[in-house]
T-cell receptor, first 116, second 114 residues
Framework: KAGVTQTPRYLIKTRGQQVTLSCSPISGHRSVSWYQQTPGQGLQFLFEYFSETQRNKGNFPGRFSGRQFSNSRSEMNVSTLELGDSALYLC???????????????FGPGTRLTVL | ELKVEQNPLFLSMQEGKNYTIYCNYSTTSDRLYWYRQDPGKSLESLFVLLSNGAVKQEGRLMASLDTKARLSTLHITAAVHDLSATYFCAVVRLSNFGNEKLTFGTGTRLTIIP
């Protein structure tokens, strides 16, 4: 069974540009979450999607947005890039979006974004 | 706001020694994960702890959860070099929809010295 895939793996942008990152979940998984990892702030939750709907959102400015498609693939977009947006962006998928049964999140390899 | 503190931040230990990493969190939680991350790599799930008193063991690693004390520990027994990595705990709060939102600890960078 293929794991979570993220594209691209590496990306270099300049300040003010925008960027779109893509995440394909494990087949059959319907929930996709995004996280940002930086040396200063650590790992922080961005947002979570289930069935094309954003269910949870972290404390990030509106420049960070996302969406999910009917095949559960997800994209996140960052507009007007700032130097501080340089980070490893991780996507995670799980099989269900809710319920009392725990559904482990499986992480992709990440996209390393560098903003110059 | 849920806060998760991990200590120590850095840990150098000799092969063969035992040590414990601590994860404290500030509010009630629904479950807790431990992850391993190698440099430049993604997160690898080690354990999920679902209830108070839960204990999980895999090889030289053992994790436990005390929900009353809001504390989880990751114990390393007889460390070997290939355990060198950064370890994160992540505390789960369930949303109104029942899906998970992870709040991560700061991470513990573990270096095993031969």
């Amino acid at each position: 069974k293929a794991g979570v895939t993220q594209t691209p793996r590496y990306l270099i942008k300049t300040r003010g540009q925008q960027v779109t990152l893509s995440c394909s979940p494990i087949s059959g998984h319907r929930s996709v979450s995004w996280y940002q990892q930086t040396p200063g702030q650590g790992l922080q939750f961005l947002f979570e999607y289930f069935s094309e709907t954003q269910r949870n959102k972290g404390n990030f400015p509106g420049r960070f947005s996302g969406r999910q498609f009917s095949n559960s693939r997800s994209e996140m977009n960052v507009s007007t890039l700032e130097l501080g947006d340089s980070a490893l962006y991780l996507c995670a998928s799980s099989s269900k979006g809710g319920g009392l049964n725990y559904n482990e999140q499986f992480f992709g390899p990440g996209t390393r974004l560098t903003v110059l | 706001e849920l806060k998760v503190e991990q200590n120590p931040l850095f840990l150098s230990m000799q092969e063969g020694k035992n040590y414990t990493i601590y994860c404290n969190y500030s509010t009630t939680s629904d479950r807790l994960y431990w992850y391993r991350q190698d440099p430049g790599k993604s997160l690898e799930s080690l354990f999920v702890l679902l209830s108070n008193g839960a204990v999980k063991q895999e090889g030289r690693l053992m994790a436990s959860l005390d929900t009353k004390a809001r504390l989880s520990t990751l114990h390393i027994t007889a460390a070997v070099h290939d355990l060198s990595a950064t370890y994160f705990c992540a505390v789960v709060r369930l949303s109104n929809f029942g899906n998970e939102k992870l709040t991560f600890g700061t991470g513990t960078r573990l270096t095993i010295i031969p």
